[in-house]
């Protein structure tokens, strides 16, 4: 879609065991606040049961609600905590950008220290985060269910909460890892002309516009933060599907014969 770039479908990917994932019933994106006519119709097209959207309000208030065909049923499930330090580098950065970057509080410029970091505690707490377990076991449990599914899952840029949503899901399915890693990068590609475009906006507005450069891109060591922590907490993905989510061996089977063929 011309203004959702980082919209795809899950559907392709072949597993360990030869199987392939279904096309047309799992979809990952970015914000859908931008869409033109001709987007919302090739949405339309998809019939899809249900759209999640991970983002928090104020993310919402910052972009605008998703623009979607008449009727679509939007699932609103934010995936954020005040309370966490690691979103706090995030949550500045959004009030400076509401502001369009025109004052620039000494916060920003602090928190902006190391977003590299930041981000690596963002994604060990979307595995060990109670209220992050909570939120991706019911959408595995929505895509374990033929009668949830088309579902279209997204976030903001459709990299961090989408992103890690995506390799669980497809690891529950049986994709091997280098995959998962291959198709959570395609982001970077995917959203460049954007993310560049942000950037120079930041021109002349921060000493160093670079330091914010993490919390637009895919970083494979992100995702590897992440499996890193599973496998502290939960002895591995099968563990943390099973113990972190709550996963049991019938919702894994149903995920398997609804979504491979």
């Known amino acids: 879609m011309a203004k959702a770039a980082n919209a795809r479908d899950l559907g392709g990917l072949t597993t360990t065991s030869g199987r392939v994932v279904r096309r047309g019933l799992l979809y990952r994106a970015g914000a859908l606040n931008r869409l033109t006519d001709e987007d919302v119709a090739a949405l339309a097209r998809l019939r899809l049961a249900n759209v999640v959207d991970f983002r928090h309000q104020e993310e919402i208030d910052l972009e605008g609600p998703d623009r979607l065909p008449p009727g679509s049923k939007v699932v609103s499930l934010p995936i954020f ?16 950008a509401k502001d369009g970057f025109r004052q620039l509080p000494e916060a920003l410029a602090s928190s902006l220290r190391d977003t590299s970091a930041a981000m690596l505690d963002v994604y060990r707490w979307f595995v060990t985060g109670p209220a992050a377990r909570q939120t991706f076991a019911t959408v595995i449990r929505m895509a374990a269910t033929a009668g949830s599914l088309p579902l279209l899952f997204h976030c903001s840029a459709g990299k961090d909460r989408t992103g890690w949503l995506a ?23 995917l959203n460049a002309p954007v993310v560049e475009r942000a950037l120079a906006k930041l021109d002349g507005r921060l000493p160093d ?6 919390l637009f891109e895919a970083r494979a060591e992100y995702l590897h933060a992440a499996f890193e922590a599973a496998e502290a907490a939960y002895g591995g993905m099968d563990g943390y599907l099973r113990d972190g989510l709550a996963i049991d061996a019938d919702t894994v089977a149903a995920l398997h014969a609804t979504l491979l063929e």
């Open 81 to 96: 905590d005040p309370e966490h330090d690691a979103f706090t580098a995030i949550s500045v950065a959004l009030r400076a």
């Open 209 to 214: 516009p670079a330091v914010i450069r993490p």
């Open 167 to 189: 390799a669980v899901l497809l690891h529950a399915l049986g994709v091997d890892r280098d995959t998962i890693v291959a198709d959570y990068l395609r982001t970077n590609e």
